[in-house]
């Protein structure tokens, strides 16, 4: 062996000639990871790689941060504004000033016409917190439409829902430092390898010092799950059956902490009561998992010292999303795992900023997690903003996911979206794209011009992405980075925060107001906004995050010795912020938090004679999302260039399908082509397709909404599969291939 090693070659790593390093954060999930990007002595990012002293990812990164310079010079970036009469004209170039100005115009006839809430505006997870407050600024306080929200309705709504049901605040209490602590970790309908690599290897590196049992709940066998010591095999959008069953064990067995249960929660009898009737056997039969499993989940986890439960889109894309949440909630709160180190219910956040954007947009409210319906916080932000409190509706308006039916139904004329691609990411696309064409005006503002949705609006923005601008990102565990300017944008491309203040300009209602130019200014407004608020980062600032690579909020300013936090190098935390209700004191009036009964009623589209197959959609490693960026990396695309559907090779063999044969996927709403990988990932009654390639599965999903977040069941609905001619289906699938 050892002789046959000498004579291989040595890797060789290409140098490519770095001048500098230049900090910055990565822009594609929540983990929240620390890169450097590397540039040469012209001032070209040549190189990416992971910094060794930031806590979260302690110098590594994941296949998409490794190269995640090269989006600075992908193919399809927006070079310059776009403008046309009619959408089925073509574009032609036009000068920022044009552009704005029509689209301001646009907005002042529509709302004059129409009403105020006639205008709708779309945002995202994917800007920088400080552009998300300044477009909160002119959506609410400028602009004045109460049909403003963003794409987390499709991600994380269900879990802001449920902690808000729950502690009474939005707000996740755990952080990844729990992995370190707990005695038993369970994790719903979250394939963490794949989707969070790095929040993973910290699990790992958590359970190479100390065994633990890790429970994954899912109904495919994901990679998460193959390194689990127990795989729930769930029949799909039954947590809530297997949650309530759960918590029916650990109070029938006189395992609750009924000490934690009467001094820190609400509403035990009746939760009590409810889960009497989810018996494990009766559990079992809806739920699929069997009842000596569930009886044993339950015992481990409530016997456990500190447990926890993570959770993303298995539990939050459901009709049972929000209660799906707060059964979680439920179990922690009764067997006393909230707030201890080890115990928690830690929702794993989706994009980049999802949480930036749940703190400080105004999507669902006001800044700093205030919300519309009460006067003191209409107030105290009008003020803030020197506008009238009269000027802010007193209800929030509609979701993201109720905007495009009130554009069927003739309630919205025009649209603003912001980083966010729903011709691709929205369920039954073909009604989506009905709706667009029905807009009397859209104006679309992305990094890139190829994106589908450009192809439905007048106007198109073109917008600077992820480091060619400056701002901060929160992560999974309320970590605030800093991303820094490392390049500048191509061409004529702006920064969203720079787009958001030219608008401003053109109302006049932003006359007596502060729209500050850089994003350090626009953060020092939310650092007052932010005083004595769940969410308080008054302690931080740009220059403090980047010494620190990230701060947990809550960070008051008494946290600080020094007027400007960043003078201080020696600066320490005095109070440990990494968990949240640490005291068992929630955001409730009475502090305590809520159990809350959870009946269910199946309401799922599921699988008949018809249409046999459980249609289940997500995600693969290496793209992200709608593809706009990692489908022009190279070493992102070629490892899944082509839309494929995970099937059981037995339910394959009795259909006549063979593994890399192209099919036809037919739902109640439409159809789409895939290749089929034939694997026992899935059960013989599903098919799991990942959602990252456009004209595909979302034109089949059905897309159900949770009746509390509005949030899309993206991962329940019904498919049949049928056969197709090979060299048609190969014709097309080359078509869409971008390599
Ligand atoms: N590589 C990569 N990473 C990403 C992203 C990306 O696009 N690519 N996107 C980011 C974003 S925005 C998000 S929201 C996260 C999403 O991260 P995840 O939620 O981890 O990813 P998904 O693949 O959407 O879904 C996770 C799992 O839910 C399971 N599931 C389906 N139905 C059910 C059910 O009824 N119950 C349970 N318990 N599980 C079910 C699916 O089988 C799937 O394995 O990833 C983030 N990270
Ligand atoms: N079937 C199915 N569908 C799903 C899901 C699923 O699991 N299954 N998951 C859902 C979830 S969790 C999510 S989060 C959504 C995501 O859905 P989308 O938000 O529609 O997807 P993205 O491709 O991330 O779109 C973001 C857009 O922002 C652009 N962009 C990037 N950076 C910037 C910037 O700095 N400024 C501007 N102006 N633009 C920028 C990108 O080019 C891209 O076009 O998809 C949802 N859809
Ligand atoms: S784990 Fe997420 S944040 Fe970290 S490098 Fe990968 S995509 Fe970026
Ligand atoms: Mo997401």
Redo the contacts with the bound molecule.
């Keep these: 062996m050892l002789f046959g090693r000498k004579k291989k070659n040595p890797i060789k790593i290409a140098d490519k000639k770095v001048a500098e390093w230049k900090y910055t954060t990565c ?1 594609y999930c929540s983990t929240g990871c620390s890169i450097e990007v590397g540039l040469n002595d012209q001032g070209t990012p040549v190189a990416t790689r992971g910094v060794g002293s930031a806590d979260v990812n302690r110098g590594k990164l994941c296949v998409k941060g490794i190269f995640e310079h090269e989006l600075f010079k992908s193919k399809g970036r927006g070079n310059e504004p776009l403008i046309r009469q009619h959408i089925h004209n073509a574009y032609q170039k036009t000068s920022w000033e044009d552009a704005l100005n029509t689209t301001a115009n646009e907005i002042k006839r529509i709302q004059g016409t129409y009403g105020r809430d006639a205008f709708a505006i779309i945002s ?4 920088m917190t400080e552009e998300f407050y300044t477009l909160g600024k002119l959506s609410r306080g400028v602009i004045g439409t109460n049909n403003y929200d963003g ?1 987390t309705t ?2 994380m709504a269900s879990a802001v829902s449920g902690y808000k049901r729950s502690f009474g605040s939005d707000g996740p209490p755990g952080c990844y430092d729990d992995f370190e602590h707990t005695e038993c970790l369970m994790a719903f309908g979250s394939n963490l390898p794949e989707q969070h690599p790095i929040i993973f290897w910290r699990l790992k590196q958590a359970l190479e010092k100390r065994s633990f049992p890790v429970i994954v709940v899912d109904p495919r066998v994901t990679m998460f799950s193959q390194m689990a010591d127990m795989h729930l095999a769930i029949t799909p959008g039954t947590d809530v059956v297997l949650l309530n069953a759960l918590a029916h064990v650990i109070i029938d067995e006189g395992l609750a902490d009924t000490d934690y249960i009467k001094n820190h929660t609400s509403g035990a009898e009746t939760f009590e009561k409810l889960v009497a009737q989810y018996d494990p056997v009766t559990a079992s039969k809806i739920c699929g998992i069997d009842e000596d499993t569930i009886r044993n989940v339950a015992r481990l986890y409530a016997k456990a010292d500190a447990a926890m439960s993570i959770w993303t ?1 298995g539990i939050n ?1 459901s009709t049972h999303g929000s209660d799906g949440v707060v059964g979680i909630n439920n179990l922690n709160l009764i067997t006393g795992n909230i707030g201890k180190e080890g115990g928690s219910s830690l929702s794993i956040t ?2 980049c900023n999802a949480m930036g954007t749940r703190e400080w947009s105004s999507c669902s409210g006001l800044p700093g997690y205030r919300v519309l319906e009460n006067p003191e916080h209409r107030k105290e932000v009008a003020d803030f903003w020197n506008i009238d409190p009269e000027f802010f509706p007193k209800q929030r308006g509609l979701f993201q996911t109720d905007i495009f039916p009130a554009i069927e139904t003739g309630q919205i004329k025009g649209l603003w979206l ?5 011709m ?4 039954n696309t073909a009604r989506i794209r009905k709706t667009l064409e029905k807009l009397e005006f859209l104006v679309v ?4 011009e190829d ?1 589908e949705t450009t192809q439905y609006a007048h106007v198109y923005f073109p ?4 480091a060619e601008k400056e701002g901060c990102f929160t992560n999974t565990e309320r970590r605030v980075n800093i991303v820094r300017k490392v390049t500048e944008p191509p061409a004529n491309a702006k920064a ?1 925060l720079w787009i958001f203040n030219q608008m401003a300009k053109r109302f006049e209602q932003s006359a007596k107001m502060q729209f500050p130019e850089t994003s350090a200014e626009v953060f020092n407004e939310m650092r007052q906004l932010s005083k004595g608020r769940l969410v308080d980062i008054s302690g931080m600032d740009h220059d403090l995050i980047e010494q620190q690579r990230g701060i947990q909020w809550p960070y008051p300013t008494t946290q600080n010795d020094a007027n400007s936090p960043a003078d201080n190098p020696h600066h320490k935390q005095d109070k440990d912020n990494s968990r949240l209700y640490t005291d068992g004191r929630f955001q409730y009036a009475d502090q305590k938090a809520k159990l809350i009964s959870l009946p269910f009623i199946d309401n799922n589209e599921v699988p008949d004679q018809e249409y046999p197959f459980w249609l289940n ?3 693969v490693v290496e793209h ?3 593809r ?2 990692t489908g022009k990396i190279g070493n992102c695309n070629k490892f899944s260039p082509t839309p494929y559907m995970e099937i059981n090779p037995d339910a394959a063999l009795e259909l006549g399908i063979e593994h890399m044969s192209y099919v036809r996927l037919v739902s109640r709403r439409g159809d789409a082509i895939v290749l089929a990988q034939l694997t026992q990932r899935v059960p013989h009654n599903m098919i799991f397709v990942p ?1 990252h390639f456009h004209d595909c ?2 034109r089949l ?1 059905l897309g159900l909404l949770d009746p509390h977040s509005r949030q899309p069941a ?2 329940q609905s019904a498919v049949r599969i049928e056969h197709v001619d090979q060299q048609e289906a190969a014709q097309l699938n080359v078509e869409m291939r971008n390599f």
């Design positions: 822009g995202t997870g994917q800007l794409n499709l991600c889109m894309q989706g994009q912001i980083a966010t691609n729903p691709t990411s929205m369920p503002q992305d990094s890139y994106v917008a600077a992405t992820w969203d959609t997500g995600r992200f999302h709608s706009t960026k959602f599965v979302n999903s993206f991962k």
